[in-house]
């Protein structure tokens, strides 16, 4: 469970994120472990203990995975797959544990009137990656967004999204639903979203949606998976409008060059979610062939 209560769990993603900077920044020095824990003013016991809890791999280990090198094979791995998803008309590479996502567009009317006649629930919860605002209708999730604290404007700028709705705050059900979003171990579960955007963009989020955790994308192979193969550019945009961080992982599309892109949240925490998937994947996978 992800209390906001807890100072110490707070602290845990910007310690996270902190030393991931400084590997990346020093790791032509192949800086040592406790060089790593004194910048985040850490022990090394506590803070491998930290990171290996957070992440389930070792430090350099995690940073392996936010290489250009580990995306540009990542890309190469995922597109026979996506051929042959697309070719089938079935949804992309194995989800594993990943959850399960229906969703729901909202109507012209409802968008042209900013959720008029809607009640939405919103509050505040610590997550893997910082503390998460979470909005939800009757219907699911409509809003999860990453920051590295609490701020008053993130709650205006969903009130000004869905000007016309009714809001009410709820920490708690904030709380235990992003512990669904992110449960301590992987297994399978569903949510539901409520999408608001224009016909093209829902075609790309859903498109998206194929992408299983870990892997990645580049934008010029989304465009194609929404059957807009030209429309690069447009998916960019798309990607850009996305407000349900993580459950639409617009975190997995990156440049053909390797590079991570833009990202609503901030590069680093595009760049983190996706080195914390692959570290879960290869948990999974490992688990996977020890079981067969």
Request: aromatic share 8%; hydrophobic share 40%; proline share 4%.
């Amino acid at each position: 469970m992800f209390d906001l209560s807890d100072t110490e769990s707070q602290l845990q993603y910007q310690r996270i994120a902190r030393a991931i900077r400084f590997l990346r920044a020093h790791a032509s020095e192949q800086p040592s472990l406790g060089a790593v824990a004194a910048e985040v003013g850490l022990s090394e016991y506590h803070f491998q203990r930290l990171f290996s809890r957070w992440a389930g791999v070792s430090p350099k280990r995690f940073l392996q995975y936010l290489t250009k090198e580990r995306a540009r094979a990542a890309l190469r791995e995922s597109r026979p797959l996506l051929e042959a998803a697309h070719a089938a008309g079935l949804s992309g590479p194995g989800r594993l544990h990943d959850l399960m996502i229906s969703c729901e567009a909202m109507t012209p009317g409802q968008i042209k009137t900013r959720g008029a006649g809607l009640e939405i629930g919103y509050g505040w919860s610590g997550s893997p990656f910082g503390v998460a605002l979470v909005g939800w209708t009757s219907n699911g999730v409509c809003h999860l967004g990453f920051h590295d604290d609490i701020d008053g404007r993130f709650e205006h700028e969903l009130a000004e999204a869905w000007s016309g709705a009714r809001l009410y705050r709820d920490e708690s059900r904030a709380i235990d639903l992003v512990a669904r979003i992110f449960p301590e171990q992987p297994r399978p579960g569903s949510l539901h979203l409520v999408l608001q955007g224009t016909n093209f963009q829902i075609k790309v989020w859903e498109a998206l949606l194929q992408i299983g955790s870990g892997a990645l994308i580049s934008y010029s192979e989304l465009a194609a998976l929404a059957g807009s193969p030209r429309a690069s550019r447009a998916v960019g945009s798309a990607l850009a409008a996305n407000r349900i961080g993580y459950l639409i992982p617009c975190h997995r599309v990156i440049r053909e060059t390797g590079e991570s892109g833009q990202y609503r949240w901030g590069e680093d925490r595009k760049l983190i979610i996706q080195g914390w998937e692959a570290a879960r994947r290869e948990a999974v996978q490992g688990s996977a062939d020890q079981g067969g």
